[in-house]
């Protein structure tokens, strides 16, 4: 979708009450004239917040004006803090340009969220130093179940942690570890541990114990509208907008999605008549 269409759709969005937006990748920053989009997003006036996720490679340069156009919220995709492994994962060397660039947000008074997503055989061990960083940082780690979002359609080739095994091992290293208050609509379960000054939560993303909680919905960047990730898309905003659409049509068709989204993940999972969920996380804004 051009920025002209997604500005387009975010009013509409706006006017039927939508005042949070989340701009995700892939990578955002690999957009040419993406800080331009940024600075009109942030003149709709309904827009009250607007929030990004970025895997922290190209953020050097751009964080002062995005503090100054409103940006508040910066997370962070790191699924590991160990060079080789952090390599293995992404393919790029670049662990110590994201955790120059995770201070450098710390500095400039972000709220600073790190993604990790919890790879069984792959990752676990760095589930502690992980938290470590909220020992000495105000920032949140968040850890993800391992969802079926790998591009080839194959099922997870091994057991996935699952949240309760995530909390339970943060819990025989961290025994004071303490529930505490979630904000609506939360899709992570939010925990703190004595003595440090971050927080960490844990998103049951494949056992999707928050659906009943969750308002989000998702436009991808070849505009197909998703009101669950585990759907395959309800219709197309694009080609609605380039076949003539007026606002009041594109608004009817939003309501009509949203009203009749499924009650959960594992509904929109089976309304997929069973066909294996061949999409990639990158491709539709992870």
């Not at 060079?83 to 709220?111: G, P, Q, S, W």
């Not at 992980?130 to 091994?158: C, I, Q, W, Y």
């Not at 909680?213 to 585990?230: A, D, F, S, V």
Request: charged share 25%; proline share 3%; aromatic share 6%.
């Amino acid at each position: 979708m051009t920025y002209e269409e997604l500005l387009r759709v975010t009013r509409i969005f706006s006017k039927l009450g939508i005042s949070k937006i989340r701009i995700t990748g892939g990578e955002p920053f690999v957009r040419k004239d993406l800080m331009d989009f940024l600075n009109e997003l942030s003149d709709i006036s309904e827009v009250d917040q607007i929030h990004i996720t970025s895997n922290g490679t190209l953020l050097k340069g751009h964080i002062q004006e995005l503090k100054s156009i409103g940006i508040q919220s910066i997370n962070l995709s790191l699924d590991s803090l160990d060079r080789d492994r952090f390599y293995k994962i992404t393919r790029r060397d670049d662990l110590d340009i994201v955790l120059e660039n995770m201070h450098a947000l710390l500095d400039a008074d972000f709220e600073v969220k790190i993604n990790t997503v919890v790879m069984a055989d792959e990752n676990t061990e760095d589930i502690i130093p992980m938290l470590e960083l909220a020992r000495e940082h105000n920032l949140s780690v968040r850890f993800l179940e391992e969802m079926p979002f790998n591009g080839t359609g194959d099922k997870l080739g091994v057991t996935p942690w699952t949240h309760i095994d995530i909390l339970n091992h943060i819990k025989t290293h961290f025994p004071t570890t303490n529930k505490i208050v979630d904000a609506p609509h939360a899709t992570a379960a939010n925990y703190s541990i004595e003595g440090f000054k971050g927080s960490f939560g844990i998103i049951a993303s494949y056992t999707r114990t928050f659906c009943g909680t969750c308002n989000r919905i998702r436009l991808t960047p070849q505009g197909m509208l998703k009101t669950c990730l585990y759907d395959q898309g309800v219709f197309n905003l694009r080609d609605l907008i380039r076949a003539g659409a007026s606002d009041g049509e594109i608004e009817t068709a939003l309501l009509n999605a949203l009203g009749h989204r499924a009650r959960d993940g594992h509904e929109a999972e089976r309304q997929q008549r069973n066909q294996p969920i061949s999409e990639s996380m990158a491709s539709i804004g992870g």
